[in-house]
């Protein structure tokens, strides 16, 4: 079992930052792959950023948004940058082994609002 907190959301006001963590513990050694959910009301889950040996990310955030990790704190950050109204959402992370992502925390929300 691996357990995954997320922490880092909060209100931010247009064109504003945050970054977000997401720690794993537990059986990390049967994990390669983390990536970034966001759900908005209404809306459908979203893949936003996943980084294994290499990161990827959803049109939506290209340019604005940075995954990275720290392997000596087993911590893996989502850096969002120039956010807009739209990236208004609950932000998941998980992780799993190739294309699974098996394991999720508990959500963190964003809210992005004047």
């Known amino acids: 079992q691996v357990q995954l907190v997320e922490s880092g959301g909060g209100l931010v006001q247009p064109g504003g930052s945050l970054r977000l963590s997401c720690a794993a513990s537990?059986?990390?050694?049967?994990?390669?792959?983390v990536g970034w959910y966001r759900q908005a009301p209404g809306k459908q889950r979203e893949l936003v950023a996943s980084?294994?040996?290499?990161?990827s990310y959803a049109d939506s955030v290209k340019g604005r948004f940075t995954i990275s990790r720290d392997n000596a704190k087993n911590t893996v950050y989502l850096q969002m940058n120039s956010l807009k109204p739209e990236d208004t959402a609950v932000y998941s992370c998980?992780?799993?082994?190739?294309?699974?992502?098996?394991?999720w925390g508990q959500g963190t929300q964003v809210t992005v609002s004047s």
């Open positions: 537990g059986s990390i050694f049967s994990i390669n792959v």
């Open positions: 980084i294994a040996s290499s990161t």
């Open positions: 998980a992780a799993g082994f190739g294309s699974a992502f098996t394991y």
